[in-house]
């Protein structure tokens, strides 16, 4: 056989390039959904941060196996993949959001098949899928991580403990990805110090207090 078509080779770096960039990709069939609902399934996805991209299975699988993903099995049928990444405004992307999507125009399009997906080079099911469309979106994770930071320990330790293996999967990813970077974190003075400044004299209290302050760092 001979050298691959320049323009086919192209196609199977692009592709390829898009999975090392992407926040997550999500593989479906389309067949049966004409133009207009194609164009519905694109806007609805680009509003969530997704690219809807229409590839010829024996490219994307080089462009997997380059990337030492194993999908082949994913790959039957027509095939489109939704790339997770920037929205049009610029903010982050959101993989729950666009599996949400997903999910919600499936109900109303049968023609539309979840088929699986990649995260973090983790092949996904079709079950993982719809399972991730169900966690809460990024802006919801970030605030309710904010809020839980600004919780007394006691409580933070209570709603972390509560929290359901899905959340806790979502929310595990958006510290990885560097989301929850900017969530405060409070200094919370230490039960030693607390005791140290009771036992100090009146005479004493006026001139150490503030230097037998001090803050443990949490963890």
């Given at each position: 056989m001979g050298d691959p078509r320049p323009d086919k080779v192209a196609v199977v770096d692009e592709v390829r390039e898009k999975f090392e960039s992407a926040d997550g990709a999500m593989l479906t069939e389309y067949r049966g959904l004409n133009v207009p609902a194609l164009a519905e399934l694109r806007t609805a996805l680009r509003e969530a941060g997704g690219e809807y991209k229409i590839y010829k299975n024996t490219l994307v699988r080089l462009a997997a196996r380059e990337r030492g993903l194993e999908i082949d099995d994913l790959l039957t049928g027509p095939t489109a993949i939704a790339?997770?990444?920037?929205?049009?405004?610029?903010?982050?992307?959101?993989?729950?959001?666009?599996?949400?999507?997903?999910?919600?125009?499936?109900?109303a399009n049968d023609a539309l098949?979840?088929?699986?997906?990649?995260l973090d080079d983790q092949v996904l099911s079709a079950d993982d899928l719809k399972a991730l469309a169900e966690?809460?979106?990024?802006?919801?994770?970030?605030?309710?991580?904010?809020?839980?930071?600004?919780?007394?320990?006691?409580?933070?330790?209570?709603?972390?403990?509560?929290?359901?293996?899905?959340?806790?999967?979502?929310?595990?990813?958006?510290?990885?990805?560097?989301?929850?970077?900017?969530?405060?974190?409070?200094?919370?003075?230490?039960?030693?110090t607390a005791e140290a400044a009771a036992d100090t004299s009146d005479d004493d209290a006026g001139d150490d207090a503030g230097a037998d302050d001090t803050t443990t760092e949490e963890e």
């Open positions: 790339f997770v990444g920037e929205r049009s405004d610029g903010s982050p992307g959101d993989v729950a959001a666009v599996a949400k999507a997903l999910k919600d125009f499936a109900k098949v979840l088929k699986g997906g990649v966690l809460p979106s990024r802006d919801v994770l970030l605030a309710q991580l904010a809020g839980a930071f600004q919780a007394p320990m006691a409580k933070l330790a209570g709603l972390l403990s509560a929290l359901p293996r899905d959340f806790a999967y979502g929310l595990q990813a958006l510290i990885e990805k560097g989301g929850a970077g900017d969530a405060p974190a409070t200094d919370t003075p230490s039960e030693a």
